[in-house]
């Protein structure tokens, strides 16, 4: 049974950052892509952030490009978002979520398993 638990939501000034992890269990980790997606009330699910299977190649979605890093640890089973420079426009819950194959770019449904989500607020 595959596990994706998030972590490290919270609320932020604007200007702030926050560092997301993502904790995966259930499943070869170092075989496939991860991926970053975040949804705002009353907006549709939005790709952040997408990482291959070895971390040798990202992808970022422009509106945090420069300021979010994804990153991942893959003897950990773990997977990051280091978000940097918040906006109110950054506000959403954050969903981590598994690529089919090693690689993926930022299309739902190329991501097999999700886990709850972590609410970031970017509030003063």
């Known amino acids: 049974q595959v596990q994706v638990v998030e972590s490290g939501g919270g609320l932020v000034q604007p200007g702030g950052s926050l560092r997301l992890s993502c904790t995966v269990s259930?499943?070869?980790?170092?075989?496939?892509?991860m991926g970053w997606f975040r949804q705002a009330p009353g907006k549709e699910r939005e790709g952040v952030s997408s990482?291959?299977?070895?971390?040798?190649?990202?992808h970022y979605a422009d509106s945090v490009k420069g300021r979010f890093t994804i990153s991942r640890d893959n003897a950990k089973n773990t997977l990051y978002l280091q978000m940097n420079s918040l906006t109110p426009e950054d506000t959403a819950m954050y969903y981590c979520?598994?690529?089919?194959?090693?690689?993926?770019?930022?299309?739902?449904?190329?991501?097999?398993?999700w886990g709850q989500g972590t609410q970031v607020t970017v509030s003063s």
């Open positions: 990482i291959s299977w070895r971390g040798g190649t990202t």
């Open positions: 979520a598994t690529a089919r194959t090693i690689y993926s770019l930022l299309i739902p449904s190329d991501y097999n398993y």
């Open positions: 259930g499943l070869n980790f170092d075989e496939y892509g």
